[in-house]
């Protein structure tokens, strides 16, 4: 029997993008219907719901989990970016629109973009790239100002996304440096980093969130579960399956195209404002991602 991994591997890294895309664009209000009353401890609920996803898989399709020192790594420095970010990517959503989060995480081409150029020659910042993504930053500010009330923003909210965009970024750049030459399938990775991250949010349950009788909605449960097997699971693994195939800058370009997606899931599900100057935004988000996939010589090269 193939597992759903292997059969990825015959459909290549497209499908695996469009998927990513759609998970990243209801995600933000996935967990903010899931946090409502006590983030931590729901957070914990999907990534322990997210665990065992993967694990069923990893004993079921693929070998054990390796446990040399280079995979370690690997999983120490995904599991510390899994419970920072998720953490404040949680806290946050307790006093933003679930749109702002992915517009601010909008940012991390950018971010990416400089890590990267530090340690991938290949990925180094040209002219059309920068203005590539100057116009797609441009296409974000106009959602960001036309889409949502500023006068109703958090502060600390903002502070804490554009936080953890800039360590999810950081963190995306050093796993794909020490994935390079590993021979760890996604669930493999994503498996051990759970396994590392979930002790973390435990503790931060125990310290912050001491209470037993944390009442979710049936929505919240929904959010949960969604969070657990199709945000993390399907999720994370796909995100390491495509860091390994291709560059952290060019696999946070999908983090360009989500806030568009994301503001449409928040406004048709959540009655989170969208006015029309949006999608003068959504066109300059695809203009500039045209720019920094175009050469002029070589044609729209293949992702």
């Known amino acids: 029997m193939k597992s759903w991994l292997t059969k990825l591997d015959k459909i290549g890294v497209p499908l695996a993008f469009v998927v990513v895309l759609l998970i990243w664009s209801t995600t933000p209000l996935a967990i903010k219907w899931s946090s409502t009353d006590a983030p931590l401890t729901s957070v914990l609920l999907r990534m322990l719901i997210g665990v065992c996803f993967c694990a069923l898989n990893l004993a079921l399709f693929t070998p054990s989990l390796p446990l040399h020192r280079a995979a370690k790594r690997v999983y120490i420095v995904g599991g510390f970016s899994i419970f920072v970010c998720m953490t404040l990517f949680y806290s946050a959503a307790q006093l933003i629109p679930s749109g702002w989060v992915a517009v601010l995480f909008g940012l991390s081409p950018l971010s990416t973009g400089v890590f990267s150029a530090m340690v991938e020659p290949e990925t180094r910042l040209t002219p059309s790239r920068v203005l590539g993504l100057l116009l797609g930053l441009s296409g974000l500010y106009l959602v960001f100002a036309a889409g949502l009330d500023i006068k109703d923003a958090s502060l600390l909210g903002i502070i804490l996304v554009l936080a953890a965009t800039l360590i999810s970024s950081a963190t995306s750049v050093i796993s794909r440096q020490l994935m390079k030459n590993q021979d760890l399938s996604g669930i493999q990775i994503t498996t051990g980093s759970l ?109």
């Open 195 to 303: 396994l590392v991250a979930i002790p973390f949010f435990a503790l931060s349950v125990i310290l912050f969130e001491p209470s037993l009788n944390v009442d979710f909605s049936d929505r919240a449960i929904k959010a949960i579960v969604y969070l657990g097997l199709i945000g993390t699971g399907v999720g994370f693994t796909l995100y390491y399956y495509l860091l390994k195939r291709v560059s952290a800058n060019r696999l946070a370009l999908v983090s360009l195209v989500t806030p568009i997606t994301a503001l449409t899931v928040g406004s048709w599900l959540n009655d989170e404002p969208l006015v029309p100057e949006v999608w003068l935004g959504a066109s300059l988000v695809s203009v500039g991602l045209l720019l920094y996939e175009f050469k002029p010589k070589l044609g729209l090269r293949k992702l």
